[in-house]
């Protein structure tokens, strides 16, 4: 019997989202925000996964059971924040008590501010749901009232300004996310040791088992589906605990591997850069240089 593929429901538009949910023309085509107090029942076109070609923000609470993100679930019940960028699957949970605030934004309303082009280094719209931002109550207030400051604009006075006004507070909120998940990312430091001890586990039992001549270097994906954190979450964590992502300790470990049998065999440079994964050597002797300040033979000759 073949498997039956999820659906989903796709808008193309702001104005269509607001029609399924039964609510009024949005006041501007490119953003709006949505009071969650307000959706009393979810119309069917909300059973399935959706799509929306907007950033989305949302802050939840009062919401008992597991949201669906990606192919994550989420209790939300705590009061929580979760960012969604164009284009991903997200699914609303089907209970009538829900509150909080909705925030979409088309990236056509950031052209001509420097926001265009810095939102894509905001990494938490790469995180899973099971990564939400944690707010303590006086976070809460913080992004409430930067919700509250954007529901106002919209409802009371669209002007030459209006555009200029609600950017920069999509971009106070992210500056204002930027901390606070650098604040989660100390209060959670004992969780987050120990899964950086579960990575030295996981790269140290691969390069034992010389997996890389088959499967080449491990991948920050690779890692990420082993710990079941999304890479750029995975990276963030490993830079707040660290000082480098996720790909720089993937290398640093291969050179500690490379040292070790650049050291302890008489395996060419050669030998050794395709028994790590490497298909070319060069790039094994550039990475090694560029990590030691030695060439791979210079290392050598130094133990003799």
């Given at each position: 019997m073949k498997k039956e593929e999820p659906t989903h429901r796709k808008f193309d538009s702001l104005h269509d989202f607001h029609r399924a949910l039964g609510f009024p023309t949005p006041l501007h085509p490119m953003v709006s925000i949505i009071n969650l107090a307000d959706v009393s029942i979810l119309p069917e076109e909300f059973s399935d996964m959706v799509i929306l070609d907007y950033y989305k923000i949302a802050y939840k609470t009062n919401i008992d059971s597991k949201i669906k993100y990606g192919q994550n679930h989420y209790d939300f019940g705590a009061g929580n924040l979760i960012f969604t960028a164009p284009n991903q699957l997200f699914e609303s949970p089907d209970e009538i008590k829900r509150s909080g605030y909705v925030l979409l934004f088309h990236t056509d309303f950031l052209l001509s501010y420097p926001l265009a082009k810095k939102i894509k280094d905001y990494g938490y719209f790469s995180y899973a749901a099971n990564e939400a931002l944690h707010l303590s109550d006086k976070e809460k207030n913080i992004i409430v009232s930067i919700f509250n400051i954007i529901l106002d604009e919209l409802e009371s006075r669209i002007d030459d300004f209006s555009q200029d006004v609600i950017v920069s507070q999509i971009e106070l909120l992210l500056n204002y996310?930027?901390?606070?998940?650098?604040?989660?990312?100390?209060?959670?430091?004992?969780?987050?040791n120990s899964l950086l001890q579960k990575l030295e586990v996981i790269l140290d039992d691969y390069f034992k088992a010389e997996k890389t001549s088959a499967h080449g270097i491990p991948t920050v994906q690779y890692l990420a589906e082993l710990v079941n954190l999304s890479p750029g979450y995975l990276s963030d964590m490993l830079r707040s605990l660290t000082g480098q992502n996720a790909q720089q300790h993937i290398h640093n470990k291969m050179?500690?591997?490379?040292?070790?049998?650049?050291s302890t065999t008489e395996l060419t440079v050669s030998e050794i850069a395709y028994h790590l994964g490497f298909e070319h050597p060069q790039s094994f002797s550039k990475l090694f240089k560029t990590k030691t300040k030695l060439s791979p033979v210079d290392f050598r000759h130094s133990f003799n």
């Open positions: 996310c930027n901390r606070f998940y650098k604040r989660q990312f100390i209060t959670r430091k004992a969780v987050n050179i500690e591997k490379a040292k070790e049998l650049l």
